[in-house]
């Protein structure tokens, strides 16, 4: 007897190619019950169908995934293109601004070399002499101005304080507030008790009654904002 016409090997190939396995055992084994090899036969192409249904399945799953890595690739691609061409743009761009520095360098080198030309050829004339002579001279004028102006500007600031400590330099702005005549014991302002200030007339809330400029004055008052 032959390997292939073995019990086991039949049942082997059953399982591992049911349809080699199910010849062999329709060829082979006559002694089996016609019932018998009709059930194995069932039992193991279901079993076979399913397998197939299977692996058919999977490669299914398989090439979908494949499909979709396949797209996202591509998706990835046409960015990657997309930032090379922008990078392409910058760098055309860097290109040109580049070319414009180096032509504004060159530019600049032969500016500098007819200003030390210039200055070379002005070294060796007289010229020089009467620059710095003009330039000293300029900035003795300049240090006489500046203690000009150091010096008004105290003077501004002595008077400025001078003004303000003394009361009878305050000058009325109101439309309807009267000058302050030089006299201050004839002049007559409106005071109250607890106040403060002095006023040429009611000013807000209290009692006012009159007094002369000079009383107010000695009583330490200063005038009022609003009404002077």
């Known amino acids: 007897m032959k390997w292939y016409q073995k019990t086991r090997w039949i049942l082997a190939l059953l399982v591992l190619c049911f349809p080699l396995g199910c010849f062999l055992m329709w060829q082979y084994k006559k002694e089996w019950k016609t019932t018998s090899k ?3 036969s069932a039992v193991f192409a279901v079993f076979f169908l399913a397998v197939l249904l299977s ?3 999977s490669g299914t799953s398989q090439t979908a995934a494949l499909t979709d890595q396949l797209k996202t690739v591509q998706a990835e691609k046409q960015e990657l293109e997309t930032q090379i061409e922008s990078l392409s743009a910058d760098l055309s761009a ?9 032509a504004r360098i060159e530019e ?8 030390e030309q210039t200055i070379a050829s002005m070294a060796d004339s007289d010229s020089t002499e009467e620059l710095q002579s ?9 240090t006489k101005l500046t203690e000009e102006n150091e010096k008004l500007a105290a003077q501004s600031a002595s008077a400025s304080n001078s003004s303000k400590s003394s009361p009878d330099a305050t000058v009325s702005s109101g439309a309807d507030a009267p000058s302050q005549p030089a006299d201050t014991d004839s002049q007559i302002v409106l005071v109250t008790k607890t ?20 009383d107010a004055l000695a009583r330490g008052l200063t005038p009022c904002k609003k009404c002077f």
């Open 55 to 57: 692996t058919f399945s």
């Open 108 to 115: 600049l080198q032969d500016q500098l070399e007819t200003a």
């Open 195 to 214: 106040g403060s200030k002095y006023h040429n007339h009611k000013c807000g809330n209290g009692t006012y009654y009159e007094a002369t400029l000079e």
């Open 134 to 142: 003009q330039i000293d001279a300029l900035q003795s004028e300049n």
């Open 38 to 40: 009709a059930g194995a």
């Open 94 to 102: 860097l290109n040109d601004e580049n070319q414009t520095n180096a």
